[in-house]
């Protein structure tokens, strides 16, 4: 059995089944800690419930208090082959689109970078909603599409501009595109703000 350890869960890999389970964190009070364990879980199933009949992500199978067992996606880590892929303009375009229907449904992911996104039979799912959450405001959706620009420009520098705006092209498709865009930019100086300081 396959594992991977991340900072809030361990993830097993148990035939074709993935198990995502909240790791107990002794530095917190007991109580605390299955409060925060349980609600995490919680909204994270919630999240995922919602989404999967919007774009494709893994399909629950069950849950518990602190885990939840979910089909395993077979495919390649975009993180790890992106780069290497010949239609990877019409894939950032894919994510771009998910990103959209997401945002329209008022689903902010919270974590977008290509780690957490798997390319199968020549879909893009996406995966881990951890640090997701529920909003409809501007500032949380460009906040999102900040997150990716970034994990691109670190981790697909070669070919970051043109992936992003692929990306770009197929978040054309939410009702609020320019409305986000336009707060994205707002978002990005005042980071080159901070930098500066």
């Known amino acids: 059995m396959k594992s991977f350890q991340g ?7 148990q035939k074709n089944i993935a198990i995502k389970a909240r790791i107990k964190k ?3 009070i007991s109580i605390m800690d299955d409060k925060l364990r349980k609600q995490r879980t919680k909204k994270e199933i919630k999240l995922l419930e919602k989404a999967q009949n919007l774009i494709p992500v893994p399909k629950i199978i069950k849950s518990s208090e602190f885990s ?9 880590k975009l993180s790890e082959y992106l780069d290497k892929l010949k239609n990877r303009n019409y ?3 894919q994510i771009g689109k998910n990103i959209a229907i997401l945002h329209d449904n008022n689903i902010i ?15 893009v799912y996406f995966i881990d909603f951890g640090l997701g959450y529920e909003s409809n405001k501007t500032e949380d959706k460009a906040t999102d599409l900040h997150l990716i620009k970034q994990a691109l420009e670190a981790k697909h520098f070669k070919f970051f501009e043109s992936l992003f705006k692929s990306i770009l092209k197929g978040y054309k498709i939410s009702k609020n ?20 300081y």
């Open 7 to 13: 900072a809030e869960a361990v993830i097993k890999m």
């Open 26 to 28: 002794n530095y917190r």
């Open 68 to 76: 939840i067992e979910m089909e395993q996606i077979k495919g390649k």
């Open 91 to 93: 894939i950032a375009e």
């Open 109 to 123: 992911h919270g974590d977008l970078t290509t780690s957490n996104m798997i390319y199968s039979k020549n879909k």
């Open 177 to 196: 595109c320019s409305e986000v865009l336009k707060r994205l930019e707002a978002v990005e100086k005042r980071g080159r703000y901070k930098q500066s």
